[in-house]
């Protein structure tokens, strides 16, 4: 969302960014609680890494899990484990699934930072982020929020017990921002 308020800020009239963060994976984030992407996903994409074939790939039940915890909670409900344990399985299947499963982790453990051009933003921030967030903490977050120096209006909420995966922990909060992530001024 950020992104989308620095390339089209004439169309764009304000974001509502959910658990997230603008750093890249840096020791700053590491240090305020939040992930360690490059330690957490590294053996992954190492494990992925090969040009052999691989047509009986898919991810092990410990990745899956994992991606699970982070994003919905450890407890979260059974069927919900189960459904993206299924979902993800037959996601990344083959040697296709492999290079889509390895391009994600990497994206993830080498996205690149945005607090350099967070005072470009000039819309109004309205950020959702749940204190039970495993991946980015609420710590991160309210520093994160004073970067947008210019916007015409940027605040954090905070939703209790809220994941990672916020729209998910918790709909009814966020759903009236979900698939308006982005609001177009035209």
């Known amino acids: ?26 020791e700053r984030t590491r240090k305020l609680g939040c992930w360690d992407g490059p330690s957490d996903l590294t053996p992954s994409i ?29 407890n979260c409900d059974k069927s919900v484990r189960d459904f993206w344990v299924k979902t993800i399985k037959g996601n990344y299947q083959g040697d296709e699934g492999r290079r889509r499963a390895r391009m994600a982790a990497i994206n993830l453990r080498e996205r690149d930072g945005l607090h350099g051009r967070l005072p470009d933003v000039k819309c109004p921030v309205l950020w959702l982020h749940g204190t039970d967030d495993v991946v980015y903490s609420v710590s991160n977050a309210q520093e994160e929020i004073k970067l947008f120096t210019n916007s015409k209006d940027a605040k954090l909420v905070t939703v209790k017990d809220g994941q990672h995966f916020l729209s998910a922990s918790h709909p009814a909060v966020s759903s009236p921002f979900f698939g308006s992530l982005f609001i177009f001024s035209r």
């Not at 950020?2 to 994976?25: C, F, H, K, N, Q």
């Not at 494990?47 to 909670?73: A, K, R, V």
């Open 1 to 26: 969302t950020v992104r989308m308020a620095l390339l089209a800020p004439d169309v764009i009239e304000g974001i509502i960014p959910l658990g997230t963060s603008l750093d890249y994976e840096s």
């Open 46 to 74: 190492n494990e992925w890494t090969t040009t052999q074939s691989t047509p009986d790939f898919e991810p092990s039940s410990d990745y899956c899990n994992f991606l699970i915890d982070i994003g919905f909670g450890k």
